[in-house]
């Protein structure tokens, strides 16, 4: 079961996305979310999807203007949202909502690799290309789930900029070598290396530059030989 939930460990980490057999189930209260998307049959199916997977459905737009409406109303903890949409385009919309720090998935008929920088560059944590499945759509979100956890966890480790792109590029080699080396998600990496950072009573740049350290030499090593 594909469990979403909301954990009160640790501080500052918003949401927990733990992997079980399939559905999505929240072991408290339902993650709420807005849907936006202009044409109203991909919308409904978006819903049932979600609705489905046990999410809440808080609001419905067709519009960008209308997504940043209603992610200052309701404060979701996920926003679904179409790219080509009328008055503000999704990407425009993502990037006023990248602001209130909330995830976004959006949802894009084209897979032009110019649309998709723009969306990184907007915050938009994942998106799904149409026509999607459930099975597409639930694993964008709980990608975008995880590195919004992720995100507002090396926040509020590091309030420098300069300090967080180096710990930003840190965490990124030290979840590399640990996805190569003991073959585990990007999530999962990541919390390997929040949990050692808290067991240990170390910053996440300290644990991710002993990985880079320890295992990192001898992975170089093992590429060239
Ligand atoms: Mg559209």
Not at 90 to 96: F, N, P, R, T, V
Request: charged fraction near 30%.
């Amino acid at each position: 079961m594909l469990r979403v939930c909301r954990s009160a460990i640790p501080a500052g980490s918003l949401i927990v996305v733990e992997k079980e057999l399939g559905k999505v189930v929240p072991m408290q209260e339902k993650l709420r979310v807005v849907v936006v998307e202009d044409e109203a049959l991909i919308r409904m199916d978006v819903v049932a999807t979600l609705e489905e997977a046990d999410f809440e459905v808080v609001a419905q737009g067709a519009d960008g203007e209308e997504a940043i409406e209603l992610a200052n109303e309701h404060k979701p903890d996920l926003i679904v949202m179409d790219i080509k949409m009328p008055k503000l385009d999704g990407i425009s919309a993502a990037e006023k909502i990248a602001e209130l720090k909330i995830p976004v998935v959006l949802l894009t008929a084209f897979s032009q690799s110019d649309l998709v920088s723009r969306a990184a560059d907007a915050g938009a944590m994942a998106y799904v290309t149409k026509p999607f499945k459930p099975t597409d759509l639930l694993p964008a979100i709980q990608i975008a789930l995880a590195r919004h956890e992720e995100l507002t966890a090396l926040e509020s480790e590091i309030a420098d900029l300069s300090d967080r792109l180096e710990t930003r590029k840190l965490m990124d080699r030290a979840k590399g070598i640990l996805m190569s080396k003991m073959k585990l998600s990007e999530p999962d990496a990541f919390r390997w290396i929040q949990k050692a950072s808290m067991d240990r009573r170390l910053s996440m740049a300290q644990v991710a530059k002993a990985v880079i350290d320890q295992l990192g030499q001898k992975a170089s090593d093992e590429d060239n030989s």
